[in-house]
């Protein structure tokens, strides 16, 4: 069998100037790498976002909006340089995607034959879209796959693409037929498209270690701009344990993506990966990425004996569920900051039963917040707690109830979002049925501090930015005045007002 030269490549960012601005190495091209080095391929890991980190473009001055990362000059130069036969093209984001079509267009500037894979969570949520498009015709959802339409892309592969991707490379690579990959779409007409709707659930056990050789970690290191903006060390490890959610929050897109089911990959198998990478790039930090870390508590016990022989601190970027193992939860705190968790984060999301139950679905009762918070602070971790404001539906009021309910919940800091209505979620169904956009916005303006639809009690997208923003460095201010110890435990002696609009 021939073998393939593969350039796996992560787009350039969009960000704010004057905000948090994130790039860590992409897991998912880190196992498609390995695997398809495991099969004989030669693979290269690209990132323009980090390798142009000093290179902002600024793309919309009103909005202080900027475009980080590698010019197309630059671009086209590693794409020629490598020379490879297939440019597989990460978008976890509908926001990465002028400068994933872009790459594409690079690609086939430099060779007409390459062939150009896109993947990742948007494309997996716009086929979401494009079915629910096909049943409901009032649904104002685009008739198409817009990513498919363009002639510079080829393929794409939905849900979880690391055993795909490499099954569709061999199969480009040798003339085999593509159509048998599991979860490709790719066009065949006018807005007709072929998709293969069988998805694998891969067991997390057989992929192999992420192929960090790839990919330039120390350029990470020296940015330390990964998941949580407060880390303890610049030299963090990002590691994934689990994928799947059982709930079916009306924002979120894990379910989609991963499943409804939580699957685990052994704590002999997370800890290969651990121990050897901690020594290998002199790791100081953990951060876990799992969207529901707390929800098997047999192997989160597990997993934390093992962790507390290594002595390395770690925490959890992404939220926790606030009311998994209620009677246990103390216990449940204590086990995992005696393994070295120093911060856990809460997803609370709203203060108002009425938005969690009727806007959000999110199975929780308020009175599990506050407890679920002491406890965490009990067992020795610092409390961060997420918040989302201007769900459609929402009321002024019930914003601020919100942000009274967590000011005075004790937490030790907070991340209150704007709301995005992310592409293959039911509030983006929502939205776009009922066309609820500020009249200047749009998918393309999103961030974590871009108000892209119309809230309650607000004439337009700037203010209530503002209002986020205020509110973010009020509460995050609050221990300061609280525990001025604790304060400078978490932040140093040196914080800075304005590095509270958003942080974990």
């Known amino acids: 069998m021939k073998k393939a030269r593969v350039l796996l490549i992560s787009p350039n960012l969009k960000g704010m100037n004057d905000g948090i601005n994130r790039v860590q190495p992409s897991l998912g091209l880190m196992l498609i790498g390995q695997m398809l080095e495991d099969c004989g391929h030669v693979v290269k890991i690209h990132d323009t976002g980090l390798e142009g980190w000093n290179n902002k473009k600024l793309i919309d001055p009103k909005k202080n909006k900027v475009q980080i990362g590698q010019s197309d000059e630059d671009i ?6 490598f020379f490879p036969d297939v440019v597989a093209i990460s978008v976890l984001f509908s926001n990465f995607l002028d400068s994933a079509h872009n790459i594409a267009r690079l690609a086939k500037k430099v060779n007409k034959n390459i062939k150009v894979v896109l993947g990742g969570n948007h494309i997996s949520n716009s086929v979401i879209d494009y079915n629910f498009s096909l049943i409901d015709k009032n649904s104002n959802l685009p008739g198409k796959i817009e990513d498919l339409e363009n002639e510079n892309i080829d393929f ?49 056990n057989l992929l192999p270690r992420p192929a960090r050789h790839l990919v330039n970690m120390e350029g990470y290191f020296k940015i330390g701009a990964f998941q949580s903006a407060k880390a303890r060390s610049n030299r963090v490890l990002s590691v994934q344990c689990s994928r799947g959610c059982p709930e079916k929050c009306t924002f979120c897109t894990t379910p989609q993506m991963w499943g409804t089911k939580v699957r685990w990959r052994s704590s002999e198998h997370i800890m290969n990966e651990i121990i050897n990478d901690t020594r290998d790039y002199k790791i100081g930090e953990i951060q876990f990425l799992d969207d529901t870390l707390t929800a098997h508590k047999k192997n989160l016990y597990s997993l934390c004996t093992e962790l507390e022989k290594l002595g390395i601190p770690w925490c959890t970027p992404n939220g926790t569920k606030v009311n998994y193992h209620l009677k246990d939860q103390l216990d449940m705190y204590k086990k995992m900051s005696d393994s070295g968790c120093y911060q856990i984060t809460l997803a609370c999301e709203s203060g108002v039963q009425r938005v969690l139950n009727n806007l959000i679905n999110k199975r929780l009762e308020l009175e599990a917040v506050y407890p679920a918070i002491e406890n965490a602070k009990k067992a020795g971790m610092l409390a961060h707690t997420f918040w989302i404001l201007g769900y459609p539906g ?36 929502k939205v776009i049925k009922e066309n609820l956009w500020w009249n200047s916005r749009s998918m393309d303006d999103m961030s974590h501090r871009s ?54």
């Open 156 to 204: 794409a592969i939905k849900g979880e693409g690391e055993m795909p991707m490499v099954k569709l490379v061999e199969a480009i690579i040798n003339d085999g037929d593509i159509n048998k990959v599991s979860g490709l779409v790719r066009k065949i007409g006018q807005k007709r498209y072929f998709i293969n709707s069988k998805l694998e659930k891969h067991n997390l």
């Open 76 to 81: 086209e130069k590693v794409i020629s340089n």
């Open 451 to 504: 108000s892209l639809i119309k809230v309650d009690g607000f004439a337009g997208p700037d203010e209530f930015e503002k209002f986020v923003n205020e509110t973010n460095i009020k509460a995050n201010l609050l221990l300061k005045d609280r525990d001025p110890k604790r304060f400078e435990y978490k932040y140093g002696a040196n914080a800075e007002d304005h590095n509270f609009q958003r942080q974990t």
């Open 394 to 429: 929402e009321t002024y009021e019930e914003m601020k109830k919100t942000i009274d309910f967590a000011m005075n919940s004790g937490a030790d800091s907070f991340s209150f979002a704007i709301l995005s209505p992310l592409p293959g979620t039911p509030i983006y169904r």
